[in-house]
């Protein structure tokens, strides 16, 4: 059977014997669900802005592999969509950005 997205070699067991995602493991597969959601709203002739944040995360959720699910949680899931967006630089471009330090008036 094909399998799609990152190997399951970043999956760990802690000292209870739960298995768990690893971080990094956990974003390569959402960011490979974010790809393939990201591509069949375009597809569908929707924008990508239009969407929600629970609508993202439901998605991406939906896409995973279900031994990844079982392993992690959707906050979880937000929380690595969050980062995954902080390190792309979402949300205003940088030469539109404001400096930190600016104080409106």
């Known amino acids: 059977m094909a399998r799609w ?4 070699a970043g999956v760990s067991s802690p000292a209870d014997g739960e298995p768990v995602v690893d971080r990094r493991e956990l974003r390569g597969w959402i960011d490979d669900a974010l790809r393939r959601h990201d591509r069949d709203v375009t597809e569908r002739g929707e924008t990508i802005e239009s969407a929600t944040v629970a609508e993202i995360v439901d998605d991406v959720w939906g ?11 959707p906050a979880q899931v937000q929380a690595s969509l969050t980062m995954l967006a902080v390190r792309r630089g979402v949300g205003v471009p940088r030469e539109h950005a404001a400096p930190s330090h600016a104080i409106e008036e």
């Open 63 to 73: 896409r995973l592999p279900l031994e990844v699910r079982r392993r992690t949680t």
């Open 5 to 8: 997205g990152p190997s399951s």
